[in-house]
Structures are given as structure tokens and as C-alpha cells.
């Protein structure tokens, strides 16, 4: 089954990315690894870009856990969840950068708000990136 058709994806592959991006940032911090946010930034890049197909992400949440985790299956609209994982990509590349850099601070409080926004997601169905989305499409109607 395709569960990416262009301007729609399936809610529960978006969340099992979620839960993963959760999983690996906080792995980041833990073992003090920020090779893996660079890894989650390049993720975050083709998921943005549309290259869905390309995810690593994408494809484990597709077929392992969108089949096993009782998320609901139905079809979401895709840009917001794009514009969101463009967010993503910068944070997790700007926390690698600090963390490469010696700023732990930074690196800390940019990986704790990508956790925090993903665990939101996967938890609660709440995307932040798509409420920053939906508030720029208001503001641009005006």
C-alpha cells in the first residue's frame, strides 16, 4: 500500500517517525554521540524535500512500526508535516553543530525541544511545526 501519495501521508507512519526522532535525539544526548543529530538532520532534510523514499525513518515506521503500534491508519495532508520536518532539520543540525562546537548548552536545549515536539507528535497527535504552519497560511490569506 502506498502511504505517501504526494500532498497526503498516513497519520500512523508520521507518528512512528516521531517516536523514533525521540528515540535517537535522546540516545544523542545519553551516550553524547551528536553524529546521530547530524544523522536525524539528513533524515529531517529528505523528508522535507519529499524524498520520502529516501528516509530511513520513513521506511522503518512504514513497514515495522505503523503495522504494530495502535496509531490511527488514516490519510493526514502532507505540507505541514513537510514544513515541520524542515524545522527538524535545522534543529537537529544546529543542535550537531553546537554540540561539535563545544556549546553543550545550546546542543542541550535544542535536542530537549526536538524530543519534547516529537514525543507531542507520537504521544498526542500534536504537531508544533504544523501549527506554525497553519498560523503563516492565515497570516498570508489576510
Known amino acids: 500500500m502506498n502511504t505517501d501519495t504526494g500532498n497526503m501521508v498516513q497519520e500512523s507512519v508520521v507518528r512512528g517517525i516521531a517516536l523514533l526522532v525521540m528515540i535517537i535525539a535522546a540516545a544523542s544526548l545519553v551516550m553524547q554521540l551528536p553524529v546521530l543529530m547530524y544523522l536525524l538532520a ?7 524535500a519529499g524524498k520520502t523514499a529516501w528516509s530511513p525513518l520513513t521506511g522503518f515506521s512504514r513497514h ?13 495532508y502532507a505540507p ?3 514544513f515541520a520536518a524542515g524545522i527538524g532539520a535545522g534543529m537537529s543540525a544546529a543542535a550537531a553543530v553546537s554540540a561539535s562546537l563545544g556549546v553543550v548548552q545550546a ?5 530537549g525541544i526536538l524530543i519534547l515536539f516529537s514525543f507531542l507528535e507520537a504521544a498526542f497527535r500534536f504537531c508544533a511545526g504544523c501549527a506554525v504552519y497553519s498560523a503563516l497560511q492565515r497570516l498570508l490569506r489576510r
Open 42 to 48: 539528513a533524515d529531517f532534510l529528505l523528508r522535507a
Open 64 to 76: 515495522v512500526l505503523a503495522r504494530v503500534l495502535p496509531f490511527t491508519k488514516r490519510m493526514i
Open 80 to 82: 505541514p508535516k513537510r
Open 107 to 111: 546542543m542541550y536545549v535544542l535536542t
